[in-house]
């Protein structure tokens, strides 16, 4: 067949659903990310955090038969509660001395907290500050997304795609983690009604994990569509963290000289770090915080990064396809 006689033909085989094209995007992402060693690397130093978290678990129930697991488990409680300030729900922790038993979702729970709060957080803003800033970034420079939009997706449904790449992601080192924590405390628990004790961990363990995710990957996919330059992606990611971490401890602590309120220092600052904005609305959802002191700032700002980030990497990727 001569060669002028080839052109464009008209896809003749089966399509994928109009809502299912974007899995096209995040399959090849993933598949990309998956091939970088420092990714596997990483997920696996991350599951550390799980087995000590499930080590806790592990003296908690073996606390409810022998006392000195459950003086080791109080002793952890009374520090991490005393961490919280007023914030904390000392009143729980005395009486897990006395019952532990009735008080397993409250063990549990402040186990779960501390996987989501302090080590996994420190992971998420590594592999989100790894992987996302080329995610965008990358295809603009190169003008790949073309090679995606020239088939029948939209830009919302390659934004979605690319987002599910974090999602996946982030929820290889929160979600099935901590599912898989909550699985081995029932195993490990010599109590048949453990399970209606706490059988609400999961459906929290899955919104603490959507309040960490959507807000994260929206403000990461962001940065990563503003610039053509990944370098200046990752900085701007680090940097919002890093300068609003630092911020809000500088104003606490010169604050906290004065010998001023704590719990109002927190309740006045809070909002600028992205950081204890995400661990305020974990404690709120693990129901870790007397009910005096829930706050609906960090659920504005939360929903605010969501919407407005994936509307910025959205409009950013429509336009330019238009020049």
């Known amino acids: 067949m001569p060669i002028l006689d080839l052109g464009y033909r008209p896809w003749t085989g089966a ?26 690397r990483i997920l696996l130093f991350a599951t550390i955090p799980a087995l000590i978290t499930m080590f806790g678990v592990g003296v908690f129930e073996q606390g409810t038969r022998d006392e000195s697991y459950r003086i080791a488990f109080n002793r952890f409680l009374m520090e991490r509660n005393r961490e919280m300030g007023p914030r904390g729900r000392m009143s729980e922790v005395k009486e897990l001395i006395v019952d532990p038993s009735s008080q397993r979702h409250f063990g549990w729970s402040n186990m779960l907290l501390w996987y989501f709060r302090y080590p996994q957080a420190f992971w998420i803003v590594v592999i989100i500050g790894l992987v996302a800033p080329r995610l965008i970034s990358y295809d603009l420079r190169s ?20 987002a599910c790449i974090l999602f996946f992601l982030l929820a290889m080192i929160t979600t099935i983690p901590a599912l898989a924590i909550y699985a081995g405390g029932l195993l490990l628990s010599n109590d048949y009604g453990s399970l209606l004790q706490t059988w609400d961990l999961p459906f ?46 500088v104003l606490t602590g010169s604050a906290m000289l004065n010998e ?48 407005i980030g994936f509307y910025v990497a959205h409009w950013r990727v429509a336009r330019m396809l238009k020049v």
Do not use: C
Not at 144 to 155: A, D, K, V
Not at 273 to 299: A, K, T
């Open 260 to 307: 001023s309120d704590v719990n109002e220092l927190h309740r006045r600052w809070l909002l600028i770090s992205p950081y204890h904005v995400l661990g305020h609305l974990q404690q709120e959802i693990f129901g870790l915080i007397p009910e005096q002191e829930h706050m609906i700032g960090p659920w504005i700002v939360s929903g605010l990064a969501t919407v």
């Open 15 to 40: 399509r994928s659903g109009e809502w299912w094209r974007w899995s096209v995007v995040a399959r090849t992402g993933i598949s990309l990310v998956w091939r970088g060693t420092w990714v596997k």
């Open 143 to 162: 003008r790949g997304y073309l090679l995606y939009l020239s088939r029948p997706l939209s830009p919302a449904g390659y934004v979605f795609g690319k």
């Open 204 to 249: 929290r363990i899955l919104l603490a994990t959507a309040v960490l995710v959507l807000p994260t990957s929206a403000v990461a996919l962001a940065f990563s569509s503003l610039t053509q330059e990944s370098r200046f992606a990752a900085f701007a990611w680090f940097a919002t963290w890093v300068v609003g971490w630092v911020t809000y401890l």
